[in-house]
C-alpha cells in the first residue's frame, strides 16, 4: 500500500460540531484529493489539491473546506456537520506528469448524529 | 465533468464462470480508464486500466475492453473464484487536467462456491 495515512478512522460527532479530517502521505505526490464514499454512489470527489495552497473544488463541495499547508499534509473541514455528512470519506494520492493512478487511503468513517 | 455509468449493480456468479461489468462515459476526450476493487471494510485498490490508445488489456485473469466509439468500457474476470467476491468501481479521467476520476456507482460481486 502506499504511504497514506487517514486520521481519525472512525468519529462520531454531534450535529452542528466542527469535524477536522487528516490525510497525511509520505510519497511525495503533487495530486491529493478527498472522496465520499455513499451506497448506490460510488466515490464522489468532495475537493481536492494539485500542489501546495492550491485546491479546487469537486463535485460534492457543498458544505466542506480543504487546506493543504505542505505537501504531505491534506486537511477536509466539515464547518457544521450535518447529518447527510455521515459516510465513509477516503484520501486518494497521485504523482500526476501523465500518471493518473491514484491510490487510496485507508477511510475514515464518520457518523454525524 | 465526467459522467460514469455502471451495470450491473450486482451480480451473482457461480465459482468457475464469467463475470461482465460494464461501464459507459460521457465526454468522448476522456483517455484513462481503471477499474478498482474494494473487497468489504477496506479500501479500494487499482486492478488493472487502460488508455485510450489500446483497445484491451489482460492481467492474468482479469481483461479490460474499451469502445471508444460508443463509449464504453468493460470488466471481464474468467474463471472466478471466491476472492472475486468484492465491490468492482470503474472510472474515467476526467479530460482537461488535474487528473481527476469520476466513478461509476458500482457492482457487488458474489461467487458462489
Known amino acids: 500500500d502506499a504511504g497514506i495515512t487517514q486520521s481519525p478512522r472512525h468519529k462520531v460527532t454531534e450535529t452542528g460540531t466542527p469535524v477536522t479530517l487528516r490525510c497525511h502521505q509520505t510519497?511525495?505526490?503533487?495530486?491529493m484529493y478527498w472522496y465520499r464514499q455513499d451506497p448506490g454512489h460510488g466515490l464522489r470527489l468532495i475537493h481536492y489539491?494539485?500542489?501546495?495552497?492550491?485546491?479546487d473544488k469537486g463535485e460534492v463541495s457543498d458544505g466542506y473546506s480543504v487546506s493543504r499547508s505542505k505537501t504531505e499534509d491534506f486537511l477536509l473541514t466539515l464547518e457544521s456537520a450535518t447529518s447527510s455528512q455521515t459516510s465513509v470519506y477516503f484520501c486518494?494520492?497521485?504523482?500526476?506528469?501523465?500518471?493518473?493512478?491514484?491510490?487510496f487511503g485507508a477511510g475514515t468513517r464518520l457518523s454525524v448524529l | 465533468g465526467e459522467n460514469v455509468e455502471q451495470h450491473p449493480s450486482t451480480l451473482s456468479v457461480q465459482e468457475g464462470d464469467s463475470a461482465v461489468i460494464k461501464c459507459t462515459y460521457s465526454?468522448?476526450?476522456?483517455?484513462?480508464f481503471p477499474w478498482y476493487k474494494q473487497e468489504l471494510g477496506k479500501r479500494p485498490q487499482l486492478i488493472i486500466d487502460?488508455?485510450?490508445?489500446?483497445g484491451e488489456k489482460k492481467d492474468q485473469r482479469i481483461a479490460v475492453t474499451l469502445n471508444k466509439t460508443a463509449k464504453h468500457f468493460s470488466l471481464h474476470i474468467t474463471e472466478t473464484q471466491p476472492e472475486d467476491s468484492a465491490v468492482y468501481f470503474c472510472?474515467?479521467?476526467?479530460?482537461?487536467?488535474?487528473?481527476?476520476?469520476?466513478f461509476g456507482a458500482g457492482t457487488t460481486v458474489t461467487v458462489r462456491a
Open positions: 472510472a474515467a479521467v476526467w479530460p482537461r487536467g488535474d487528473y481527476k476520476l469520476s
Open positions: 487502460i488508455r485510450s490508445n489500446v
Open positions: 510519497e511525495n505526490h503533487r495530486y
Open positions: 486518494a494520492i497521485s504523482e500526476g506528469g501523465g500518471s493518473n493512478i491514484q491510490y
Open positions: 465526454d468522448s476526450a476522456s483517455n484513462y
Open positions: 489539491s494539485y500542489g501546495v495552497k492550491d485546491t
